[in-house]
Nanobody, 124 residues
């Protein structure tokens, strides 16, 4: 399994970015896909998750209403649309894949596969 993340960059507060994660090497129909972020000195946190089959999603309160996760099965790609970005959203963002669609999907340890990080910097 390979996950290739892209789309990070430097933006101003209030701007939008869309991250992409191209997944390859497996049929992901049974997977849950997640986007995590990690800021310096902080723990890795889940910001969005989606079950590939059915498309059910999850967001923590910190990003709910601003971030949207989606997937394009034809392109085997997961997207994270981030709107109204805030300086506190600054972090390295990672896509991840959980082959079991675990109930413990909030925990990064549930995810077996990780993409390389992409840096998002939001200036005030």
């Amino acid at each position: 399994v390979q996950l290739q993340a892209s789309g990070g960059g430097l933006v101003q507060a209030g701007d939008s970015l869309r991250l992409s994660c191209v997944a390859s090497g497996r049929n992901f129909i049974s997977y849950r896909m997640g986007w995590f972020r990690q800021a310096p000195g902080k723990e890795r946190e889940l910001v969005a998750a989606i079950r590939w089959y059915g498309g059910s999603t999850y967001y923590p309160d910190t990003v709910k209403g601003r971030f949207t996760i989606s997937r394009d099965s034809a392109k085997s790609t997961v997207f994270l649309q981030m709107n109204n970005l805030k300086p506190e959203d600054t972090a390295v963002y990672y896509c991840a894949a959980d082959p079991r669609s675990s109930l413990q999907f909030l925990q990064w340890t549930s995810y077996d596969h990780w993409g390389q990080g992409t840096l998002v910097t939001v200036s005030s």
